[in-house]
């Protein structure tokens, strides 16, 4: 069983960043592909990023690719989101997700594990 808890969501103006961390419980971390989803209202939840196990794949979803960087520390158990050059379309609740999956998944149905979601808004 693996729990998974984001922090590091809030309000910020277009062209500003933040950083999103999801903190995992578990003794097997390094063997979960670690990924961001994002939901906004009224729309199908979306992939975001996702690095692999031991952090040598990772991959974007074109709409952050240049912007987003996600990383993992496997010793503290912790996958991050580094959200650069934030625009409005980013708002949205962003989840992080483990996958037993190999490689670098990037379909919700590939993911064992959800995070309960940390509200991201990015004002014009």
């Known amino acids: 069983q693996v729990q998974l808890v984001e922090s590091g969501g809030g309000l910020v103006q277009a062209g500003g960043s933040l950083r999103l961390s999801c903190a995992a419980s578990g003794r097997t971390f390094s063997g979960y592909a670690m990924g961001w989803f994002r939901q906004a209202p009224g729309i199908e939840r979306e992939f975001v990023a996702v690095?692999?196990?031991?952090?040598?794949?990772?991959y974007y979803a074109d709409s952050v690719k240049g912007r987003f960087t996600i990383s993992r520390d496997n010793g503290k158990k912790t996958v991050y989101l580094q959200m650069n050059s934030l625009k409005p379309e980013d708002t949205a609740v962003y989840y992080c997700a483990a996958s037993r999956r190999g490689g670098v998944p990037t379909k919700t149905n590939d993911y064992d594990y959800w995070g309960q979601g940390t509200q991201v808004t990015v004002s014009s």
């Open positions: 690095i692999s196990g031991n952090g040598g794949r990772k």
